[in-house]
C-alpha cells in the first residue's frame, strides 16, 4: 500500500503540537497530527491520529521526507510530508536527527557585582566550559554567572569562587567587564551555585524537519509554568510562519528556518533572563551567609583589588583565554 502524503506532519498534541498544526492548516495546508496518548480535541482542518507513536523519520538525499509511526496494537505506517515538525517533548525519539544527543545540563555558578553603568540589558558569552550570561539584577547590581558542562562540576563545588574566576578568564568579554567590577556585599554577592536544567538544541532545524517545545528547548522545572508554555507557543508560531513561506514558494527554506531559529533563540534567552531575575526576587529576602532554595554559597567576603576575592585570576584546568 502506498504512503499518506501531506504538506506537514506534526509529532505531539502538546501545545507547541497543537497550536502548530492549527496555525499551518489555517493557512490551508495539509497537516496530520499524531499523538501517542489520548488527543485533547479535534483541530478544524488538521487530521488528528491519537494513540499513534512517532517512531522514526524518513531521510531521503539528506532530506527528511516522512516520518515512521506506531498505532496502537497495530505495525508501523510510513506517511510522507514535505515537512516534519517534531513537537513531541524533551524526551523525543526524533530529535536526534536535527540536534543530536542531549547532555546533563551541569551547573550554574553566579554572583552579583557593582561595576559602572551597569548593563543595558542581558547578554549572553560562550567560553571553553560553557557560557556566560551578564545581566542587570536591579539596585544597580549586575548578575554575571556562568552555565557550565557537567564535567567541570566537581571544580565548581570544590571551590566556587575560584571556579567562576577561573571561568572568567577564559572569557573575554566577562574579563574585561569584572576589571572594572566589585562583588556585592552581603546576600546579593554570595557565589552561589544551582542545578541548571533549562536547555536549548545546537540546532532547531534541518532542510524537511523543525523542532518546536521541549524537544527544541525548555527552561528549568523551577520556573513559572506560563514562561515554558509561553515559549512552546512562541516557537509554534515561529515555525508556523517558516513552514506557511516555505510552503507556498514565497520564501527561501535556509532563509526562513534561519530567521525561525535566530528568534526563538531570542525569545529563549529572554526567558532565561527573566528566570534570573526570579531567583533573585526569591533570594533577596535571605540573610547573610544562607543557602536560599537548596543553593552552595560561597560565604567568603570580597576583598578590595579583586572581584572575586582571595586567590589567583587564571584559567582553570582545560580552558582556555
Known sequence: MSSERYDVVVAGAGPAGLLAAALVAGRGHRVLLLE???????????????????????????????LRHRPEGEPARTVRAR????????????????????????????ACFTAGGGVAGPRRFPFDG????????????????AVVR????????????????????ACPPVRHF???????????????????????DDRLWRPGMVLVGDAACAVGPQSPPSRGMHLACRGAGL??????????????????????????????DEILHDEVLHDD?????????AAPHGEVPHCEEPHEGSPFGDGPRSPLPGLSR
Open 178 to 200: 569584572l576589571a572594572g567590577a566589585t562583588r556585592a556585599r552581603g546576600g546579593p554577592g554570595l557565589i552561589r551555585v544551582r542545578p541548571h536544567w533549562s536547555y536549548a
Open 36 to 66: 501517542r496518548g489520548p488527543c485533547p480535541g479535534a483541530l478544524p482542518g488538521v487530521v488528528v491520529r491519537e494513540r499513534s507513536a512517532a517512531v522514526n523519520v524518513v531521510i531521503e538525499n539528506e532530506r527528511v521526507a516522512g
Open 281 to 289: 526576587a526569591l533570594n533577596h529576602g535571605a540573610p547573610d551567609g
Open 239 to 268: 515555525a508556523a510562519g517558516a513552514l506557511d513561506g516555505f510552503l507556498r514558494g514565497a520564501a527561501d527554506e535556509a532563509a526562513a528556518f534561519a530567521e525561525f531559529e535566530r528568534r526563538y533563540r531570542t525569545a529563549y
Open 83 to 110: 515537512y516534519v515538525v517534531d513537537a513531541s517533548g524533551g524526551d523525543s525519539p526524533l530529535r536526534r536527527h536535527v540536534a543530536g544527543a542531549r547532555g546533563s545540563s551541569g551547573l550554574a555558578v553566579y
Open 130 to 145: 560553557g557560557w556566560f550570561w551578564i545581566a542587570p539584577a536591579g539596585d544597580g547590581l549586575t548578575r554575571v554567572g
Open 150 to 169: 557537567p564535567d567541570l562540576a566537581g571544580l565548581v563545588r570544590a571551590d566556587p569562587g575560584r571556579a567562576l574566576s577561573g571561568f572568567a578568564e
